[in-house]
C-alpha cells in the first residue's frame, strides 16, 4: 500500500475528521460512460473528502447510478481516471471493493435467512478473521438497531427494518467508505427518518459517504456537501446553504398571476440580472433580498416572500425538477 493510499483509507476509518490535507477518498477525473451511443456520464470531476458526507443529487436519469457502478467496476468507464481509497479502478478494483461498503438499490437480502446470519455471511465474504467476525456482525446490528431482530428471518422483517439490515450488511466489515445508492426511495417518512439517524450516525464514527439521491431534503439534511448532477455531469458543488446562497440568494419572491403578468415580472427580473424559476402556475424571483425598491414597485405588491432552497438553486442551474 502506498503512503498516500494508507493515509486515504485510515483517514477515513479514524473516528477523527479528516484535515484538508487528506487524499480525496474517490476521485474522478474526466470520467465518461457510454451506453452505445448514449452518454450517460459525460466528464464527471468529482473529489469526495475522506471522513465527509457527499450527497450525489439529480433526478432521474442524471447518471447517478452509473457513477456509483462505476466506482465498483460493475461498470468501466470509456474514459476517465477513478481513484477509490487510493486503489485505481477498475485495475485494482477488488481490493477498492474489499475496503468499502455498498448498499444498493435494490433489496437483495436473503429472505431465508435471520437478520444476523445474512451479516454473518458477508462477514465472511468480506473476510472479517474468524476471531473477530462475532464482535463485527453483533456491531453492526447494533448500529443499525436490530440486536433485538437478530433472529428473525428477514421475510418476517419490516421494511424499515430491512432497509437498516442492507445498510449493516454494507458496513460489517468496517469500511472507510460507504456507497448508499438511494438509500431511502420509495420509503414512508417515518422510516426515512430512521434511516437519516442511522446514515447521519456513520459520519459520526468517521466513515466517509457517498450517497446518492434525489431527494432535496435527504441532501440537506445529511450531507456535508453536495454535487448537483444533470445530464451526467456535476453543475454546481458545494455545501448546501452555500449552493442556495451563491445560486438563490436568502429569499425567494412568488408571483401568481395569468400568462403575460408571468412574462412581465420574467422580463423585469432579468433584466435586472436576478435569476427566476417557473414553477406551474408562479415565478419565482430569486435573490428576492437584493431587489431594490424601484424595481419591487415594477413587479408589483403580489409576491408571496419565503427562503430560498436548494431545490430553487437546482431548477435555476438545470430547468429541472428534483423532489
Ligand atoms: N445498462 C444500460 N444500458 C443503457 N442505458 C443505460 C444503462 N444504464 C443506465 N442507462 C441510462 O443512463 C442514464 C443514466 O442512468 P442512471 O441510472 O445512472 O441515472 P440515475 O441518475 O441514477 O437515475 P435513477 O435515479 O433513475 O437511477 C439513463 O438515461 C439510463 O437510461
Not at 117 to 132: C, G, I, Q, S, W
Request: aromatic share 2%; proline share 6%; net charge negative.
Amino acid at each position: 500500500m502506498t503512503a498516500q493510499r494508507q493515509q486515504a483509507v485510515s483517514a477515513s476509518a479514524s473516528a477523527e475528521p479528516a484535515g484538508p490535507e487528506a487524499p480525496p477518498a474517490v476521485s474522478l477525473r474526466g470520467v465518461v460512460k457510454r451506453f452505445g451511443g448514449f452518454t450517460a456520464v459525460d466528464g464527471l470531476d468529482l473529489d469526495v473528502p475522506a471522513g465527509t458526507c457527499l450527497g450525489l443529487l439529480g433526478p432521474n436519469g442524471a447518471g447517478k447510478s452509473t457513477t456509483m457502478k462505476l466506482l465498483t467496476a460493475q461498470a468501466i468507464a470509456d474514459e476517465g481516471e477513478i481513484t477509490v481509497l487510493g486503489f485505481a479502478v477498475p485495475r485494482e478494483s477488488k481490493r477498492a471493493r474489499a475496503a468499502m461498503g455498498v448498499v444498493p438499490q435494490q433489496d437483495n437480502l436473503d429472505e431465508e435467512l435471520t437478520a444476523r446470519e445474512n451479516l454473518e455471511v458477508f462477514a465472511h465474504l468480506y473476510r472479517v478473521p474468524r476471531r473477530a467476525r462475532r464482535e463485527a456482525v453483533d456491531d453492526a446490528l447494533a448500529l443499525a438497531h436490530l440486536t433485538g431482530r437478530r433472529l428473525t428471518k428477514v421475510d418476517d422483517l419490516s421494511g424499515g427494518m430491512r432497509r437498516r439490515l442492507l445498510i449493516a450488511r454494507g458496513l460489517v466489515h468496517r469500511p472507510a467508505l460507504v456507497l448508499l445508492d438511494e438509500p431511502t426511495v420509495g420509503l414512508d417518512p417515518q422510516v426515512r427518518a430512521e434511516l437519516w439517524g442511522l446514515i447521519d450516525g456513520l459520519r459520526s464514527r468517521g466513515t466517509t459517504v457517498l450517497m446518492s439521491t434525489h431527494y432535496i431534503e435527504e441532501a440537506e439534511r445529511l450531507a456535508d456537501g453536495c454535487a448537483l448532477m444533470s445530464h451526467g455531469r456535476v453543475v454546481a458543488r458545494g455545501g448546501p446553504a452555500e449552493l442556495v446562497a451563491e445560486h438563490a440568494g436568502e429569499r425567494v419572491v412568488e408571483h401568481y398571476g395569468p400568462p403575460d403578468r408571468l412574462e412581465a415580472v420574467e422580463r423585469i427580473a432579468r433584466a435586472a440580472g436576478l435569476p427566476t424559476r417557473r414553477t406551474g402556475p408562479s415565478v419565482s424571483v430569486l435573490k428576492a433580498e437584493t431587489i431594490p425598491p424601484s424595481l419591487a414597485d415594477e413587479l408589483g405588491p403580489d409576491g408571496v416572500r419565503r427562503a430560498a432552497s436548494l431545490e430553487d438553486v437546482f431548477v435555476v442551474l438545470t430547468g429541472e425538477r428534483v423532489e
